[in-house]
């Protein structure tokens, strides 16, 4: 089993599937991005990841300028 980890002492919400623009069902139902809200704990910041469903690499990570609680929807 394959596994995304958002580091030391990094703690996310909720994940959110989105699915890639475009795709099908014969794309497989991995086909699209995992977006989660991530705090760390450490440096007392929050940025949003965007993790590749299929392959579980992150693409991209946004800091955010203030942190986001835990719950936020």
Wanted: cysteine-free; overall charge negative.
């Amino acid at each position: 089993m394959t596994k995304f980890m958002y580091g030391d002492e990094k703690y996310g919400g909720e994940p959110f599937f989105l699915p890639r623009d475009g795709s099908n069902s014969s794309d497989g139902e991995d086909d699209g991005y995992i977006l989660a809200f991530v705090h760390d704990e450490k440096a007392w910041k929050s940025e949003l990841v965007i993790v590749n469903a299929k392959s579980l690499e992150l693409e991209a990570s946004v800091k955010l300028p203030s942190r986001v609680p835990y719950g936020f929807h």
